[in-house]
């Protein structure tokens, strides 16, 4: 059974950092493209940032210059490292891996960014 378990959220100050991280198991890791979504209260899921097999990265805009993807493959991880929070990036996180047909979720951790 795939899994992947995400870790590291909770209660940060406006301003303040927090690093995510996803261990995958039962999948080819370094085959897959891995990615953080959210999803606030009210709204729908948003790509926060994707990392390509290759190691090539994409943003959301809102999140550009202030979060950062990375991948381990030998430890099948992914992680976002999140600094300058805002209050607008309270959501549950989720990590996602997709490679051909393939989709996976973790099931998702939360993040509130409040003072």
């Known amino acids: 059974q795939v899994q992947l378990v995400e870790s590291g959220g909770g209660l940060v100050q406006p301003g303040g950092s927090l690093s995510l991280s996803c261990v995958a198991s039962r999948i080819m890791f370094s085959l897959y493209a891995m990615g953080w979504y959210r999803q606030a209260p009210g709204k729908e899921r948003e790509l926060v940032a994707v990392?390509?097999?290759?190691?090539?990265?994409t943003y959301a805009d809102s999140v550009k210059g202030r979060f950062t993807i990375s991948r381990d493959n030998a430890k099948r991880t992914v992680s976002l490292q999140m600094n300058s929070l805002k209050p607008e990036d309270t959501a549950v996180y989720y990590c996602n891996g997709k490679w051909a047909q393939r989709e996976y979720w973790g099931q998702g951790t939360q993040v509130t960014v409040s003072s």
């Open positions: 990392i390509g097999s290759g190691g090539s990265t």
